[in-house]
């Protein structure tokens, strides 16, 4: 049966490494009916509003989103396929291959996943004056001055236990499938459970609840600031690594820099009845209208996204293709100490994997 796939472009150099993914894909020769929404300008121009009904209709009809990065004007859509789908497991693999630039003298080997839990934490956006609170009776476990002295803002941060719970489970029912495929499969759970004992311990206690259920898999915590220095002294030891969402965030674009940068760093988010992918990126403004932003990201979220939509062999020939282009420096764009364009790469690409 035909698949759906949204795809929605994106801002600034995104559709540069979006449109000729969508072409590397088409040239695989699968039964997918591309779909383009009206989003962010467009949409306010025609219907008044960032993100029409069409527009959510569509991606609920659909089978998957393919989402270029947003710099605010298709945020309005990323905000749908996230809280309006509940797609709550952001995964971000890092793995090395040949042929990437990386800053380490050994990066071989490097092979594990972020699942960063992507609804709660400090991503509800909650934000105001510290005076806004001044009558909640609130008091500082650590700082001695009251509340209503201080003359600044807060943000909220909510972890809860189903959230959490959901997501330690998603890392495991990935560490189960790596196990599948002959890699190492241990789950790595951090947060910064010390400082944050009511909120981040809630998050390692459901965490420690969940692994308690999968006794065959191996489990660890850490404190996220010493898992920050382990990630990068020793990448190696990690499989699947699950935390809240504001450490996932900032961990896996660090993780993408142990590997050789933002342009290698893939991304799919899951929910229980829907699944969107993006690279983890931004929509990187400075290289705008150049023809060089680095496809990888996309391509290899493209590829998470067909092996989502079961076209497994399909996937694995889109990363094979990847992995010869690296190995044998085929076309690579300047971020990789290459001279070609996004355009040459997916070519290059293109004739590998269709012949
Ligand atoms: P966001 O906050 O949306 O994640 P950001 O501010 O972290 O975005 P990015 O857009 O990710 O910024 O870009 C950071 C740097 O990495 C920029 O110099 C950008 O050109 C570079 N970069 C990001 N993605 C790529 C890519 N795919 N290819 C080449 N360079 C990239």
């Known amino acids: 049966m035909t698949k759906k796939i949204v795809v929605i472009e994106g801002d600034d150099a995104s559709p540069e490494a979006m449109q000729p993914t969508v072409e590397v894909i088409s040239s695989l020769g699968l039964d997918i009916a591309w779909q383009y929404p009206v989003v962010g300008e467009d949409a306010i121009e025609k219907f008044g509003t960032p993100l029409p009904q069409e527009t959510k209709d569509m991606i609920d ?77 609130l008091r500082s476990r650590t700082a001695r001055m009251p509340l209503a002295e201080y003359d600044g803002r807060y943000a909220i941060k909510v972890i809860t236990e189903e959230g959490s719970t959901r997501i330690v ?42 692994a308690a259920e999968n006794p065959d898999i191996e489990f660890e915590t850490f404190i996220v600031d010493d898992f920050a220095h382990r990630l990068c002294a020793r990448p190696q ?71 989502y939509l079961d076209f497994n062999d399909a996937s694995e020939r889109l990363l094979q293709g990847i992995e010869t282009m690296y190995a044998d420096r085929l076309s690579l764009t300047p971020d990789q100490g290459g001279k070609a364009s996004t355009t040459d790469f997916c070519r290059t690409l293109t004739d590998l994997i269709s012949n």
């Open 61 to 137: 009809a659909s089978d998957s989103t393919l989402f270029g990065s947003t710099s605010g004007k298709t945020g309005a859509a990323l905000g749908y396929l996230r809280w309006g789908r509940l797609t709550y497991a952001n995964c971000r693999p890092t793995k090395y291959l040949p042929g990437y630039q990386s800053p380490l003298a050994d990066p071989t080997g490097i092979d594990f996943v972020i699942v960063r839990e992507n609804l709660e934490d400090l991503y509800l956006g909650i934000e105001g004056d510290v005076e806004g609170l001044a009558n909640l009776g």
């Open 237 to 307: 030891d990690f499989d699947v690594i699950v935390m809240p969402n504001l450490y996932g965030d900032i961990l896996s674009d660090a993780a993408a820099g142990l590997v050789g940068g933002l342009g290698l760093a893939a991304s799919g988010c899951y929910g229980d009845d829907y699944a969107y992918f993006e690279s983890a990126h931004g929509t990187a403004p400075d290289i705008a209208g150049q023809n060089i932003i680095n496809p990888t990201a996309t391509l290899i979220s493209a590829a998470m996204m067909l092996e």
């Open 169 to 210: 489970r998603k890392a495991f029912e990935l560490a189960r499938a790596r196990a599948a495929k002959g890699l190492s499969a241990k789950v790595t759970c951090t947060a910064k459970y010390n400082m944050l004992s009511y909120t981040d311990g809630l998050f390692r206690d459901c965490a420690l609840k969940v």
